[in-house]
């Protein structure tokens, strides 16, 4: 048996003294939140995703709803999604009273297969029933087939929300996720992903209308811009509510968290990449499937998957996984599928409705993958994995 070491979680943050600094500067100043820090974020952001518009939030998934109501999603709307991910994807569409469908995954990519999408559309047309919005998943931080996908989009009429978050930082045909393609781009800055603000997320568009609805639902849709006013102003205080909105705000203290962290993300990546292919070679020759690349775009690297090859090892996904957390290691499995949930299963969904989906499920297991992770610590995963297969 390999020598025990101190528990290697699956993912954690990576707080510098830059990040603390940054933030103990907000503590120290007039505002903690509704303050300057939030659009020095936002415009940082942009800029980095060259994108017009990035709205932040509280987190990503009150950016997945705010980024339906702001598309018009609405009872009797219908969404569709990927079932390999977390239910925020499915969830927010429901919130807005919507029916929600899924997609089935490419089994080497692990997003929605556009060949899947396609043929569902012709379906659904025959029938009547085409989506209104479909929201694709860029899992584990690789970008999904955009381009393709807004080719449907344009073809059978309907938006789309990518849930990119995952992918803060990836590359998709040469520029930064969240730029084109989609209509709307939403980011995760969880504790575990890419770059953190502990909580805390951010919705990117190129479109001025759109930007402005997601800026007003942020904020219990309030708006005190004089031009935007129905009635005559009683005085310099005053505020009108023209649409049904949320606190769904960002504090000051998380944005300086975020825009600190926003500095070093290429940094971060580059480490993420190394310790990726470093995985990749000191786990080539074990009975295992690993993340599968494209040229086309640079992942994000929040996850590395690897998925047990039956064709190959007798050991089942729970033997391994029970291994390794027993060593210490503190794998994850990413994602049950959403569809096979009690909740959605209540809906009309069932186990077989989509296999691809639920093949990969049955064999993933998410490994460490974080920028501090070590080499020895890369090295007794890939070493406690190799005895786990045996």
């Known amino acids: 048996m390999t020598a025990p070491m101190p528990f290697i979680p699956y993912s954690c943050q990576n707080i510098s003294d830059q990040d603390i600094e940054a933030v103990s500067k907000v503590l120290r100043s007039e505002f903690l939140t509704q303050g300057p820090v939030i659009p020095q974020f936002e415009d940082a952001f942009a800029k980095r995703h060259q994108v017009a518009h990035a709205v932040a939030v509280c987190n990503a998934t009150a950016g997945l709803h705010m980024a339906c109501l702001a598309l018009g999603v609405t009872t009797g709307s219908r969404v569709w999604t990927s079932p390999n991910s977390f239910v925020a994807s499915a969830n927010c569409a429901l919130y807005c009273g919507a029916t929600v469908d899924f997609v089935d995954i490419d089994p080497a990519s692990r997003n929605m297969s556009v060949v899947a999408l396609e043929e569902k559309l012709v379906n659904a047309k025959s029938i009547g029933r085409l989506p209104d919005v479909v929201i694709p998943v860029d899992f584990s931080g690789l970008p999904c087939d955009l381009r393709e996908i807004r080719a449907l989009a344009d073809v059978y009429g309907f938006k789309i929300i990518e849930d990119a978050s995952h992918a803060t930082g990836a590359d998709y045909l040469g520029?930064?996720?969240?730029?084109?393609?989609?209509?709307?781009?939403?980011?995760?800055?969880h504790a575990v992903k890419v770059i953190t603000t502990g909580e805390g997320g951010m919705v990117t568009t190129q479109d001025d209308e759109i930007a402005h609805r997601?800026?007003?639902?942020?904020?219990?849709?309030?708006?005190?811009?004089?031009?935007?006013l129905d009635q005559q102003a009683d005085g310099n205080w005053y505020y009108e509510q023209q649409l049904l909105g949320f606190n769904y705000r960002m504090t000051d203290i998380q944005a300086a968290l975020g825009l600190s962290q926003l500095s070093r993300i290429d940094e971060m990546r580059e480490q993420r990449e190394a310790v990726v292919n470093c995985y990749d070679e000191l786990l080539a020759r074990l009975p295992i499937k690993l993340p599968k690349r494209k040229s086309d775009r640079i992942s994000a690297w929040h996850l590395y998957v690897i998925e047990i090859d039956g064709l190959q090892t007798l050991k089942?996904?729970?033997?391994?996984?029970?291994?390794?957390?027993?060593?210490g290691i503190g794998v994850n499995v990413h994602?049950?599928?959403?569809?096979?949930?009690?909740?959605?299963?209540?809906?009309?969904?069932?186990?077989?409705?989509?296999?691809?989906?639920?093949?990969?499920?049955?064999?993933?297991?998410?490994?460490?993958?974080?920028?501090?992770?070590?080499?020895?610590?890369?090295m007794f995963v890939a070493n406690t994995l190799r005895e786990a297969l045996k």
């Open 335 to 378: 994602y049950i599928p959403i569809h096979t949930q009690p909740y959605y299963s209540r809906l009309g969904f069932k186990r077989g409705d989509f296999p691809n989906s639920e093949k990969y499920y049955s064999s993933a297991i998410s490994i460490p993958l974080f920028p501090a992770i070590s080499n020895e610590q890369q």
């Open 175 to 189: 520029r930064p996720v969240g730029n084109s393609f989609a209509h709307i781009s939403v980011f995760s800055f």
């Open 214 to 228: 997601l800026r007003l639902l942020r904020s219990h849709g309030i708006t005190r811009d004089k031009q935007e």
């Open 316 to 327: 089942s996904r729970s033997e391994v996984f029970s291994h390794l957390r027993a060593a």
